[in-house]
């Protein structure tokens, strides 16, 4: 009996080919995810290929090979990704997968991370916030977080760096691997160039459920 396949929703990033995988009941969400993944980055040019694995630029991808590349990490990390935990940044000319407040918070809740504040320090040039994460197995990580002072209200740039230094310490202690704005120069720093629609994420999801 020939093998069943299925055909996934995700063209090829350098033609409008459909890859096409088999089809196993027992292969999990995650794995069709990065089963369809890999058939797709299989075909970029070794150029591009450098420039994802080494790099970890995703802005040579497709917008339908992005989608499930968001899918994937969120399924990976068992975030909600209809919550929109993440998004596509652009740093130093590069697009990268940023982790966001919302998705830092989603993953303290998920792995019982506690968090608290060791102290903080403010200067007439700088406010700085120092915090520790806790597993529930005792294993804790430090971490800190500092904003320049500039006019305006003090009490929102201290929500803000409490906010960055929670994002920063929960990133470490789960081992996510996230890129931070911070390791980009400042020049380099750019908003969000793509955050993916509600509807597209449930459409990547349901292609693999």
């Given at each position: 009996m020939p093998e069943e396949t299925t055909q996934a929703v995700i063209p090829s990033p350098v033609s409008t080919a459909v890859a096409v995988v088999p089809a196993s009941p027992s292969l999990s969400r995650k794995e069709k995810l990065?089963?369809?993944?890999?058939?797709?980055?299989?075909?970029?040019?070794?150029?591009?290929?450098?420039?994802?694995?080494?790099?970890?630029?995703?802005?040579?991808?497709?917008?339908?090979?992005?989608?499930?590349?968001?899918?994937?990490?969120?399924?990976?990390?068992?975030?909600?990704?209809?919550?929109?935990p993440l998004e596509f940044l652009s740093l130093s000319g590069k697009t990268v997968l940023y982790m966001k407040k919302e998705g830092a918070e989603m993953l303290r809740v998920k792995h019982?991370?506690?968090?608290?504040?060791?102290?903080?320090?403010?200067?007439?040039?700088?406010?700085?916030?120092?915090?520790r994460a806790t597993m529930p197995d005792g294993r804790h990580e430090d971490n800190i977080a500092a904003l320049p002072i500039v006019k305006g209200d003090l009490g929102i740039l201290k929500m803000k760096c409490y906010s960055k230094a929670l994002r920063r310490v929960t990133l470490a202690i789960t081992g996510c691997g996230f890129t931070d704005e911070d390791d980009a120069p400042p020049t380099g720093r750019h908003a969000a160039v793509f955050e993916p629609p509600a509807a597209a994420l449930a459409a990547a999801g349901n292609a693999v459920a």
């Open positions: 990065a089963a369809q993944l890999n058939l797709a980055v299989s075909e970029l040019p070794d150029r591009d290929m450098e420039r994802l694995l080494i790099g970890g630029d995703i802005g040579m991808l497709s917008p339908p090979v992005k989608l499930a590349y968001y899918a994937y990490q969120c399924e990976r990390m068992g975030l909600d990704p209809m919550s929109r019982g991370v506690s968090v608290e504040v060791l102290k903080d320090e403010t200067t007439p040039e700088m406010y700085t916030v120092w915090v």
